[in-house]
């Protein structure tokens, strides 16, 4: 049976987040449910070279379990393209939602707000801040820190040259809503057209949540085109 790995957003698990596609593709595909480290279940802590370490610590995992296509949203988004890039010896296909390879500069303010919105958010939002803890335990705060601190002021781009350099099938499918995202999609098209891309109306950031019958079926048949 063939392996999906699923890597979740931020603040996320990968239960929590690939809910809708764990019940559509369960019944065909091995699938991998992985915690990044600081998020859920996972043991493995975060550090402040989140994404180089993260993405060793992912590619043990590949090694021992073998290759397969990789799902990410978001965060795990830019995880997954850049073990396509890295290794892509590990990757079968990868499935992208939520994802920019880059930051626009427009939106360094907002991502800097966003940043000190969450470090305070036990102050902003209490509710919130005990849904985290209930979900990644005690280490959630840290996490937050690291993590946002990262994808703020060192965030994981990809140039047009790295896109060109791609050998694996890839689809890109964001949202509609968020005028970036949609503007990713054409960016991505247009570096390497042998990347396939889509937009799903009614959706935002998080596509595969917010549209999941839309996002499963256009998954779906691109599977079926690459087997």
Known sequence: MEKIYMLHGFMGTARTHFSNQ????????????LDLPGHGDSTTEPSDNYIDDTLHYLYSIIEEKGEGYI?????????????????????????????????????NEIMEKQNDYFLHIEENDEEIAQH????HGGKWKETIQRVLHTMTYHYPAV??????????PILVLNGSHDVHEVESVAYI????????????PNAGHTANIDEPDGFNSTVQKFLDRIN
């Open 71 to 107: 799902m990410g949203l978001s965060l795990g988004a830019s995880l997954a393209i850049h073990i396509a890039l890295r290794k892509p010896e590990l990757v079968k296909g990868v499935i992208l939602t939520g994802y920019s390879p880059h930051i626009p500069e427009e939106l």
């Open 132 to 135: 985290f803890l209930q979900m």
């Open 189 to 200: 098209k247009k570096s390497n057209p042998e990347i396939e891309v889509g937009l799903l």
């Open 22 to 33: 764990i019940a559509y593709f369960e019944d065909h595909y091995e699938l991998v449910l």
């Open 159 to 168: 140039t047009n040259e790295d896109l060109q350099s791609l050998t694996r």
